[in-house]
């Protein structure tokens, strides 16, 4: 019997942090680039994209992906040529010379922000952002979390088969809309039935979500640094940003 065992590399600064670690590293990569004005966007956001080249792996692996770049000029062009007066030419275009530092500076924005999303999301497990959140007083969110990861499965294979069944019958060829509809309403309908049998089946055994134990959170020796420059960063940025 063999077994398929998977390497997760993970970088010394990264495995030093814990969950409230990677928490406050977005959470200063979000006040670094959203209470920052102007060019100061620009600075700031290298500074972003530098601290999460030293931490994480491949940062910049998943923004390349073609729907991202297509998110980001769907936001960035119509700036450039709809906002203010078109005062500038390049190539025999007129646009707004205006209009291009906003959409740089969204541009920016939209970057950093979905780096930072996509390393929380890859470094803090699920687990353990639902055991804090429990501790937040929201109880029953780690059995909820549960139920969802349990679903995802029965989830992707009730829908293959259900599209695989309605391509076979004809049912995306004349009435593609109609075929659609039932295709979403059956998936709908087996994750209900799914998600049914193991609420029954947790009543069955008294689960209670307020009397249950919240997920452990993963804890390193930096969280604590991380916090401090999290909150000195952010009230340097609003003293500087009212003044």
């Given at each position: 019997?063999?077994?398929?065992?998977?390497?997760?590399?993970?970088?010394?600064?990264?495995?030093?942090?814990?969950?409230?670690?990677?928490?406050?590293?977005?959470?200063?990569?979000?006040?670094?680039?959203?209470?920052?004005?102007?060019?100061?966007?620009?600075?700031?956001?290298?500074?972003?994209?530098?601290?999460?080249?030293?931490i994480y792996p491949n940062p910049?692996?998943?923004?390349?992906?073609?729907?991202?770049?297509?998110?980001?000029?769907?936001?960035?062009?119509?700036?450039?040529?709809?906002?203010?007066?078109?005062?500038?030419?390049?190539?025999?275009?007129?646009?707004?010379?205006?209009?291009?530092?906003?959409?740089?500076?969204?541009?920016?924005?939209f970057i950093v922000l979905i780096?930072?999303?996509?390393?929380?999301?890859?470094?803090?497990?699920?687990?353990?952002?639902?055991?804090?959140?429990?501790?937040?007083?929201?109880?029953?969110?780690?059995?909820?979390?549960?139920?969802?990861?349990?679903?995802?499965?029965?989830?992707?294979?009730?829908?293959?088969?259900?599209?695989?069944?309605?391509?076979?019958?004809?049912?995306?060829?004349?009435?593609?809309?109609?075929?659609?509809?039932?295709?979403?309403?059956?998936?709908?309908?087996?994750?209900?039935?799914?998600?049914?049998?193991?609420?029954?089946?947790?009543?069955?055994?008294?689960?209670?979500?307020?009397?249950?134990?919240?997920?452990?959170?993963?804890?390193?020796?930096?969280?604590?640094?991380?916090?401090?420059?999290?909150?000195?960063?952010?009230?340097?940025?609003?003293?500087?940003?009212?003044?």
């Open positions: 019997m063999r077994a398929d065992i998977t390497l997760t590399y993970r970088r010394p600064s990264q495995a030093s942090l814990g969950t409230y670690g990677h928490l406050a590293i977005f959470g200063w990569v979000l006040g670094m680039i959203m209470l920052t004005s102007g060019y100061v966007v620009i600075v700031a956001g290298v500074l972003c994209l530098s601290v999460s080249a030293l910049f692996r998943r923004i390349l992906r073609w729907r991202w770049l297509i998110w980001m000029l769907l936001l960035v062009v119509p700036t450039i040529f709809f906002l203010g007066e078109h005062d500038s030419v390049f190539a025999g275009v007129t646009y707004s010379s205006e209009g291009l530092t906003v959409g740089l500076q969204i541009a920016v924005r780096i930072g999303l996509q390393n929380l999301t890859r470094a803090v497990d699920i687990s353990s952002m639902a055991g804090l959140l429990e501790r937040f007083g929201l109880h029953g969110l780690g059995f909820a979390v549960g139920v969802a990861l349990n679903l995802l499965p029965a989830l992707e294979t009730s829908a293959v088969q259900a599209w695989y069944t309605l391509k076979m019958r004809g049912g995306l060829r004349r009435q593609r809309w109609r075929g659609c509809q039932l295709l979403v309403i059956t998936i709908i309908t087996n994750a209900l039935k799914r998600a049914e049998e193991v609420s029954l089946a947790a009543e069955m055994r008294a689960f209670s979500p307020e009397k249950s134990r919240p997920f452990p959170i993963e804890q390193g020796p930096l969280d604590r640094a991380s916090i401090g420059l999290m909150i000195l960063t952010c009230i340097v940025l609003a003293l500087v940003h009212l003044l």
